[in-house]
């Protein structure tokens, strides 16, 4: 089995992380012992480009279990967890390409290694396997029967794809289902940034000025977070509508080029490029801490902060790089404007990651289960699928709901019934 991981030995530390992750993710396990039974990958070959992490293991052994034959990739190349790597590799007979800090060149091997499986399945998380595909291996695309896709930035770029007819295969959205991101970008991200931004730095939060780019579900479960850690929020957003939102929600709202001046720590979520540009980090204070949590590093301009400083940035803790202005000031970029959530902590936590892979599991078999109805185009995830999940979730969180009475249907049903 050919595989490329930073090293085997470190499997026993991935088996017993990935043990403690499976204990916070009891819908997939009741997946996978179904999937166990049932095999409804049996025969499907499927390469999974994902943040190789203690969930992203856990929702490979359920796909294994379901009978794929399954080569999972890095989906960036600081957030795999090496330990959970050699797992796969070690126990599972997983092919696992990733290694944290790979550069580019061997990210994009890994992608290949992930296409030369002659995928029947695509799991993405960014787009990067599909657009590869599409663009540079388009002889392996009559193999493929369809896919997922995993986040925001994906689902953004697969519709742009589908709007010019580029796409070739079904794919279904996991992002927008109402279990993924609803949990998955406001609580995940929320507590993982400011998770990463404290890893990282150790700074005390209350009493900090927090700059957060965006106010999408991610950026909201930022600010939240945030905000409870005693932080001073500042929200800048282009959308009228999402602005409003913040204002109403307590946060000052203004553009960044006047929250430059003024903030302590500064996180960009907005899928977009250089947020934080050239003119932006020329105001910053002395000092200010400025990361990521958007899927990919361009929402800060680190080409024009490199030009800018008066020598090559220096590395003051793991993941912190301290940049020196001409007149003294200094500017630090944590992880090197990748995700932070994922580079300087370990993503999002497993009970939320739970509902997120629960939908990635599900939709894969509801794909291949109707593949004969379906277009190259980007579709919904089934909304039993939702709903279902969130029914799980809750049983085994021990949480009961009401039933609604047959007199409450009938009256939800009609019409003529007024005050
Ligand atoms: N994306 C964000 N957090 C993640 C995690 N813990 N595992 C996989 N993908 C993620």
């Known amino acids: 089995?050919?595989?490329?991981?930073?090293?085997?030995e470190l499997a026993p530390?991935?088996?017993?992380?990935?043990?403690?992750?499976?204990?916070?993710?009891?819908?997939?396990?009741?997946?996978?012992?179904?999937?166990?039974?049932?095999?409804?990958?049996?025969?499907v070959r499927m390469s999974a480009c994902l943040h190789v992490t203690t969930e992203t293991g856990t929702l490979a052994r359920t796909l294994q279990a379901g009978g794929a034959d399954l080569v999972l990739v890095a989906s960036n190349p600081l957030?795999?967890?090496?330990?959970?790597?050699?797992?796969?590799?070690?126990?599972?007979?997983?092919?696992?390409?990733?290694?944290?800090?790979?550069?580019?060149?061997?990210y994009y091997k890994h992608l290949h290694a992930a296409?030369?499986?002659?995928?029947?399945?695509?799991?993405?998380?960014?787009?990067?396997?599909v657009s590869t595909l599409h663009t540079q291996r388009r002889?392996?695309?009559?193999?493929?029967?369809g896919g997922t896709e995993e986040t925001t930035t994906g689902v953004i770029r697969l519709r742009a794809m589908a709007h010019d007819g580029a796409l070739e295969y079904p794919i279904v959205a996991v992002n927008d289902a109402m279990t993924k991101h609803l949990f998955d970008n406001r609580y995940g991200t929320g507590q993982s940034t400011m998770d990463g931004v404290i890893r990282a730095t150790n700074v005390l939060i209350a009493g900090?000025?927090?700059?957060?780019?965006?106010?999408?579900?991610c950026s909201r479960g930022i600010a939240m977070r945030a905000a409870g850690l005693g932080a001073n929020v500042v929200v800048t957003e282009v959308e009228p509508l999402k602005a409003l939102e913040a204002v109403m929600d307590g946060f000052r709202v203004m553009p960044m080029l006047a929250a430059a001046?003024?903030?302590?720590?500064?996180?960009?979520?907005?899928?977009?490029?250089?947020?934080?540009?050239?003119?932006h980090f020329e105001a910053m204070k002395n000092g200010a801490i400025v990361a990521n949590s958007g899927h990919f590093n361009v929402e800060l301009n680190l080409a024009a902060l490199a030009e800018m400083a008066v020598a090559a940035p220096r590395s003051v803790r793991p993941f912190v790089k301290e940049y020196r202005l001409p007149d003294g000031r200094l500017i630090n970029v944590l992880a090197d404007g990748r995700l932070v959530n994922l580079g300087a902590a370990e993503g999002h936590p497993s009970a939320v990651m739970d509902m997120s892979f629960a939908n990635q599991a599900l939709s894969a078999e509801y794909l291949l289960q109707h593949v004969d109805e379906m277009e190259a185009r980007v579709y919904?995830?089934?909304?039993?699928?939702?709903?279902?999940?969130?029914?799980?979730?809750?049983?085994?969180?021990?949480?009961?709901?009401?039933?609604?009475?047959?007199?409450?249907?009938?009256?939800?049903h009609s019409w003529t019934s007024g005050t």
């Open 380 to 412: 919904a995830v089934p909304e039993e699928i939702d709903q279902n999940i969130a029914r799980l979730k809750l049983a085994a969180m021990g949480v009961q709901i009401d039933v609604l009475t047959a007199e409450q249907e009938k009256y939800l």
């Open 13 to 43: 530390s991935g088996r017993l992380r990935m043990e403690w992750a499976e204990r916070e993710m009891p819908v997939l396990q009741q997946i996978r012992e179904r999937f166990e039974a049932e095999k409804p990958f049996q025969g």
């Open 115 to 129: 296409i030369d499986h002659q995928p029947h399945f695509t799991m993405d998380d960014g787009a990067d396997l």
């Open 1 to 8: 089995m050919e595989y490329h991981v930073k090293d085997l």
């Open 208 to 217: 900090k000025t927090v700059v957060v780019g965006g106010y999408g579900w």
């Open 139 to 145: 002889e392996v695309l009559s193999t493929v029967i």
């Open 261 to 279: 001046p003024i903030g302590d720590i500064f996180i960009t979520s907005t899928g977009d490029i250089n947020v934080i540009d050239a003119r």
């Open 79 to 106: 957030s795999t967890q090496d330990d959970v790597a050699a797992a796969l590799v070690a126990y599972s007979e997983i092919p696992v390409y990733a290694i944290k800090g790979e550069d580019n060149e061997t």
